[in-house]
């Protein structure tokens, strides 16, 4: 695994400032990159939602094709980022197709105008402190199963809980104030 310490320190630098366009890009970008490094995921593979204000959506920050593609009620009960979210803890799913989820947004053509399915399911809650600011998404992905790779161990989940804890003070800083994706 990638060690997180250069990540932090870049963070430090980038995120003094508070919020820009720029600084929060930047950020949710190199977030996504670090776990695509870390589990050999595709870019579209890590999934950056935010809550608003008011904690009652959920929206993408990450990846760029989902950004304004709708948003999620954190009251929903088929959500698989909803139920993390209000379950306030991280969750595995190695049959991911088989559970009931929102499929509205694996059927919107990523990178390469490809659509490829989700099968393997890993998140857990973005924290700054005490507050909850989102939560973080992993996949695998691919048309066939056969094309997902390895299981989510609870190893994996545990490296993603002790590395978003100290990740997400840093995104909170350069958080939009008003954050919110588009209206389904």
Known sequence: MKDINLLLEKFKMSTGEGYTET???????????????????????????????????????????????????????????????????????????????LHLFEYIKGPGDKIRRIWKMMSTVIRAGEQKIGIIELSRKGEELDDTGEDFSQENLEFLEVTIVEIGPYLQRVLPPDFRGKLL
């Open 23 to 101: 600084a929060f890009k930047t950020v949710v970008n190199d977030i996504a990159k670090f776990y695509c490094d870390n589990f050999e995921l595709e870019a579209d593979e890590v999934a950056i939602l935010l809550v608003d204000k008011d904690s009652t959506v959920l929206s993408f920050a990450y990846p760029e094709h989902l950004v304004n593609a709708g948003m999620i009620p954190v009251s929903s009960p088929d959500a698989f980022a909803a139920r993390v979210f209000k379950l306030n803890r991280g969750m595995i799913e190695n049959n991911f197709n088989q559970m009931k989820h």
